[in-house]
Each structure stands twice: as C-alpha cells, then as structure tokens.
C-alpha cells in the first residue's frame, strides 16, 4: 500500500509502497478515505510532544474510511461489516478503567502509550491501517467519508471542550484562533445556541470564513485593539472563552471573560510552552480554567456523527483544501503558512 513515512526529524514525509497491514485478534482493518492536515501533527514532527518519533512511523490521526476486514474475537457492539463507512477515533481508550467507567475516557491511561497516528499505532496518512475496534465508531451513511475526518479530530476536540465548559443556548462565547478547531468550535457553538459568538484572528481569511460559518462578530487582532473590540460586542465580558491557539498565552482570554466566567484550552504547544496567569485577577474574578484533552470517542463521536447527519452542522464547510498523497508536504507547508481552515489527504 502507499503511506507517508516519517524519515526523521527536519526531513520531509516520503511517499512509499509498505506492506498492507493484516488485523489481529481485536482490531479492524480500516481503508482510509480522507486524513485531516493537523497542527498537533507540526507538534508531533517538530518533537515538541513526544520526542523523536521512530523511523518509519505513519502519522495522521484525523481519519475516516470504510471497514475493510475485521479480525478475531472483534465484538463488534455496531454491528459493522465490511463497507461501512466508519471514522477512526485518535484516542484509544481501555474501555474499563475507572476513567473510563466515568466518562472521561479521553484521560485512560492507555491512551498514553496507544494514541493512532500519535504513539505506538500507525496512523491515517496511508491507504489502509489497523486499531483496537473501541477506536472504531460507526460514521452514518448520508455522510461522505472523504470530507468527515475532520469530525475525529477538529469537531471532536472543540464539541468536548465547550462541554467541558458547560456551553448552553444563551451564553457567549469568545473563540480565540479561527483555524480547524476553531472553526469547527463557531459551528458548534451556533448548534448549541451559544450567542453572541466572536472569533478573534490574525488572518483576514478565516476571519471571512469564521463569519460565513456562523460568527456574529469578527475581530482581526493584528488591525485591532483585539480586547476594546470584544468588549464592544460584550461589555461585561464572555460567558465562556475558548482557547484553540497552537500556543495557548491567556493574555486576551484573561481580559475578555467576565467574572465568574470559565476559559477553556485546547492548544497544545508543547511541553516547553509555559504562561502566566495573574493570580489575583484570576482568584478575585472567580475565573474557572479548563484544559481540555481532545474527546470521548465511544460518547462525543457519535453525538457529532448525529449532528452532521441531520445538517446541524456542515463538515464540508470547514474543508478549505484537499490534496493527493504525493502533496503531503506540501500541505503540511500550507498549514505553517496559515493557508487552511481544515485540509485533508484523500488516500483512496
């Protein structure tokens, strides 16, 4: 099969034929329809995660496919057979643990070790790949899979994070970064009944976008005193302040929530990337902050598989650019650049 390696640090993918991988006992074999272009990818590549990544490693962990055979043993609780279009979760969770157990499965311990396309389990950026069946979830069969990776990743990440931040109809909301995250975050945010809704961007592009996907003000942070801007739209502040920033900072968040509002983080950076807080604003204000890890696979994938089934929100929308395999390098290039909103690989 065709698959984009990972030839070390600085060096770019290399498109090769590799070996098809077979299912073991547990697992299904997927057929990649589409991977999403990811910052946490430039993350991964740069070492700013998890170190040097082993030759030969396959990343991409932003997938959805059709199921292509499934191994022993596989429990199969979907009721999946071969064909059905599915998306493949990032997070592999053990399904038993006490975090599990509690709905916080994004947090198992075995994620640690088993994150696809992240650590230890080849990811998306090939024509086909194999994982443990608890990070496969059904996709609904109006949905085209070539568009839909978006939902494993960009979708997933922003629908847990403004759960996290208790994000009901009436509330505002201040989405700082208007990227893949971000952008999927705005059309969520109008699902949810979220209101008013500000993107705040440096780039005058996805700040259009942001607009046309459902922001009620859009606010260019590099043209504009980006806090006057905001409180202008909500003069005691947000309700809720979701940062999607690859490296997250605070400043403006710190600035824009109203007292007894909550701040939500989703940008990794790395873990080198530190901030300040101003501990007295944050304690005298009563301001909650929320890291929040990426999503629940078995709880907020099918929830958001629901959602686009019945046009609550538009997966096609936030998919800005689409490449062929051999252009991989490109888009990763692109993404550096600012160029995308969302940017997937079609791989078959």
Known sequence: MKAAVYKGYGLPLEIEEVPNPAPKE????VKVASTGICHSDLHLLSGELVGPLPNG?????????WVEKIGENVKNPYGLKEGDPVLVSWIVPCGICRYCANGKENYCKDNAKRLVGLIGINGGHAEYLTVPEIAVIPLAKNLDPYYSS?????YGTAYNALKSANATSGKSVVIVGAGGVGSAAIQLANSIGLNPIVAVDI?????????????THIINANENDARAKVLEALEDGADIVYETKPYPDFKLSLEVVKSGGTIVVTGLGGFSTLAQIPVTLFVSRGITLIGSLGYRPRIDLPDLVSLASSGKIDIKKLVSHIYTPDMINEAYENLKKGLHIRAIIRWN
Do not use: R, T
């Open 26 to 29: 547990g697992e299904v074999l």
């Open 57 to 65: 490693f396959i990343i991409g962990h932003e997938i959805a496919g």
């Open 150 to 154: 978006p939902i494993a990743c960009a």
């Open 203 to 215: 780039d005058e592009n996805k700040l259009k976008s942001a607009k046309l996907l459902g922001a």
